[in-house]
């Protein structure tokens, strides 16, 4: 996973994290589902990463 990829990836989950609070503090139900829902994109894509990341180590465990 490169370096650019990472940040935006945290980038996304803490502005979820941000729109989840914003959200609970006025008590806008639509908002914490929009930073839930961008939070968990954020998850997935870290986890497609990750297992890039791990298919690029097998590979190179057997060149």
Sequence with gaps: MSFTDKVKNEAEELSGKAKQAVGRATDNE???AEGQAQETSAHAKKAG???KDAGKDVRDAFS
């Design 30 to 32: 639509r908002l914490v």
């Design 49 to 51: 990463e990750h297992v």
